[in-house]
């Protein structure tokens, strides 16, 4: 499950924008590396701080993550403004991992199992309101899906932001069909939802 950035920007900017080195500092004398007993390919699997090394492993098990999803959004679109919105989903989609686990105002963690990453999250603190935490992005290897990482992943986000300061959490996903395990996590996480609508109109 995969919850990729917003086809447009959400609307306000953060309040407090800590360097990612400052953030990473602090968050490594609170997660090390926890370790879980669910099982992946019979291994158990840790969620650990984002290692440069990994990014690589992140945008390609992402981007089959996303396939799916941006076939179920093209098919509410339609072709005209999918190909307007998205021209080609994989570049920009990549890049949006690429930043969201490096740059200074984010904060990124890894599920690893068998040595490689198979999921993860990324966070921003104080957004939009002062006190509120972000999950920015969070994916799992389609590989290793329906197995409970995003789950933990999700949970190890939120106690991490619960020890940051953060006293409210916010997600954002899409409401297509594509989306629809996402926005199930979301619910049995504790999530309350208000719906949003976003219209689109072609008028060339």
């Known amino acids: 499950m995969l919850t990729p950035a917003p086809p447009a920007p959400a609307a306000g900017s953060a309040t407090s924008t800590p360097s990612r080195q400052g953030t990473l500092g602090q968050a490594k004398d ?9 099982t992946v390919a019979e291994a158990e699997f840790e969620i650990r701080e984002f290692r440069d090394e990994d990014l690589e492993s992140i945008v390609e098990f992402s981007l089959r993550a996303w ?5 179920s959004v093209r098919d509410v679109l339609g072709d005209a403004l999918f190909l307007r919105l998205h021209p080609d989903w994989r570049v920009s989609q990549a890049e949006a991992v690429r930043s969201s686990c490096t740059n200074d105002h984010s904060e990124a963690f890894v599920a690893v199992a068998s040595g490689r990453p198979v999921g993860f999250v990324t966070v921003a603190l104080n957004a939009f309101h002062e006190r509120m935490g972000v999950i920015e992005i969070i994916g799992v290897d389609p590989d290793h899906q329906r197995r409970g990482i995003s789950m933990r992943l999700t949970e190890f986000a939120i106690e991490h932001m619960r020890r940051r300061g953060m006293d409210i959490v916010v ?34």
């Open 30 to 38: 609170e997660h090390r590396a926890y370790r879980y007993g669910c």
């Open 171 to 204: 997600v954002e996903t899409g409401g297509d069909p594509g989306h629809a395990p996402a926005r199930a996590a979301y619910d049995k996480a504790g999530f309350t939802l208000l719906p949003i609508a976003r219209y689109f109109r072609l008028i060339r």
């Open 67 to 71: 396939e799916p999803v941006f076939a």
